[in-house]
């Protein structure tokens, strides 16, 4: 008697998937808990596994089909053989190999490649799509180019100077975020309002206590801790800022639930920390660590990713110097930060070289008007300026 795979229960406000990668074809051997699928959604991937040990006996949809909650996706039978080719040696290394995040699988799976013939630098022999890359472009540095052989009377199949078109579906997590942002566009009053900062001060301190930090807690002091606790700290002086609008009703949360923009090889992520102000710098280090790593595997779950009453997005990390953030609806503001650089600037009458920040907020000018969200930005930059304030809480 064959058993049922479905589709798992789906996330709420989540309607259907897509079918974005199978990883068993049919009369393969499966073992229980390992997994079969890809399901793509609007935010994250989830992984369907096998129920049973048994032999994958019909698959009923493809890659790219749409499906919705309890529709049956294949059927494994407990009794049957397996009648597909005997499993060769690599692929019995690659059972051996630890798992791989969907990334990693369908870039293996888009140039034919199996896990096992890729060296890993990674964690724990756990490889990674850096890992893929770099021997895909090793092996066609490797490889010679032969010359085709040239057929009676046939035309080039690409002349020089053809300007080449590639048409590819737009992802459904890249089409979720098109969609909000031209919704928040379109539904906010949105207007961005600059500032800069010195952060002579966080850098000296994370100098000096980098080492010590990191032995205790065992994660490295990085940026966002400070500009978290330093947000929280404005976002309790202005609450307008942690606010959001629902019809002609403004809602002013009494708690500060922080998303932290994520980007992954399938477009941008916001997992949000709960309840920021009672969580110290190291569990937000830490949570902010565990969320980009989660993110790049599309292992985030959709709760992690709902809610949230106000957002940082650091484009610095790519070398942005400047930006105007797009806020994340139903949020008021959102607050962009940018490289670090340095810079002359005047210091008590002297020309002095400093690393400073461009810092960009943008913000609903329904709710919040030009001079909160100036003297917003003006308490993150005096809390980053003299980080012993965030201590002090003066």
Known sequence: MSIEVKVPALPESVADA?????????????????????????????????????????????????????????RINPDAKATSTPVSVAAAEVEKTPATGPAVRRLLSENDLSQATVPTAGKEGRLTKEDVIAFIETSREKTPVAPAPAAANASPVTPMGAREERRVPMTRLRAKIAERLVQSQHSAAMLTTFNEVNLKAVMDLRAQYKDSFEKKHGVRLGFMAFFTKAVVEALRRFPSVNASIDGSDIIYHGYFDIGVAVSTERGLVVPVLRDADQLGMAHIEKTI???AGRARDGKL????????TFTITNGGVFGSLLSTPIINPPQAAILGMHKIEERPIVEKGQIVIRPMMYLALSYDHRLIDGRESVQFLVTIKDMLEDPARLLLDV
Do not use: S, Y
């Open 18 to 74: 897509t079918i974005a990668a199978w990883h068993k074809k049919v009369g393969e051997k499966v073992t229980r808990d390992e997994n079969l699928l890809d399901l793509e959604t609007d935010k994250v991937v989830l992984e369907v596994p096998a129920p049973i040990d048994g032999v994958l006996e019909e698959i009923c949809f493809q890659v790219g089909d749409t499906v919705t909650a309890t529709q049956i996706l294949a």
């Open 289 to 291: 660590q565990d969320f």
């Open 301 to 308: 779950a959709m709760e992690e990713m709902q809610g949230g």
